[in-house]
């Protein structure tokens, strides 16, 4: 990527939140380019991607996970754009909403800087955690690096953390 392009989105300034608009797929322009989005997130580019594609509820169409940033107090997440949902309606973890990571809640998901789609299949046991959850579809991988990692899944009703390793 060109130097140029990568300094925008570590500074986050409105030139670096244009072109992560420009690479934001289609499906979800109406979600995050809505009034009501716009007015209290921006799109986040704080890790590289900053948009994950997998099939997350398991109905079999593509939807999308964003990272964003809640306009007021700079509170990181992610919103989940589910295909299965009508219209514009995203699902928040984090950025002011809180949701479960690792042991304990928290509205600000700052904390990690990895984060992949890991196949809807068998989920090895997570450190100090019970049975590993069945997937209905993909989940997000979240990691610090270095240090810890969970995944985010959906059971039909709302996303869950299974922490991976410590």
């Known amino acids: 990527m060109h130097f140029a392009i990568l300094m925008m989105l570590a500074l986050q300034t409105p030139e670096a939140d244009q072109t992560l608009r420009w690479n ?3 499906p979800v322009h109406a ?3 809505s009034p009501a989005f716009e ?3 921006e799109l986040g580019g704080w890790v590289n991607p900053f948009y994950l594609r997998g099939d997350f509820d398991g109905d079999g169409r593509v939807d999308y996970a964003v990272l964003v940033t809640r306009r007021d107090n700079r509170k990181k997440g992610i919103a989940v754009w589910l295909s299965s949902r009508s219209g ?3 699902v928040m973890i984090g950025a002011g909403t809180p949701a479960r990571a690792g042991e304990a809640d928290t509205d600000d998901w700052s904390f ?3 984060w992949q789609v890991y196949p809807r ?3 090895r046991q997570g450190v100090g955690e019970g049975p590993p959850p069945r997937l209905k579809g993909d989940a997000l991988l979240i990691e610090k690096s270095e ?3 969970g995944l985010v899944y959906w ?8 922490q991976q390793e410590d």
């Open 24 to 26: 934001l797929p289609e």
């Open 31 to 33: 979600a995050f380019f």
């Open 39 to 41: 007015a209290t997130f």
């Open 88 to 90: 514009s309606s995203l």
């Open 112 to 114: 990690f800087d990895v």
């Open 121 to 123: 299949g068998r989920v």
């Open 147 to 149: 240090s810890a990692s």
């Open 155 to 162: 059971d039909g009703k709302r996303f869950h953390w299974y």
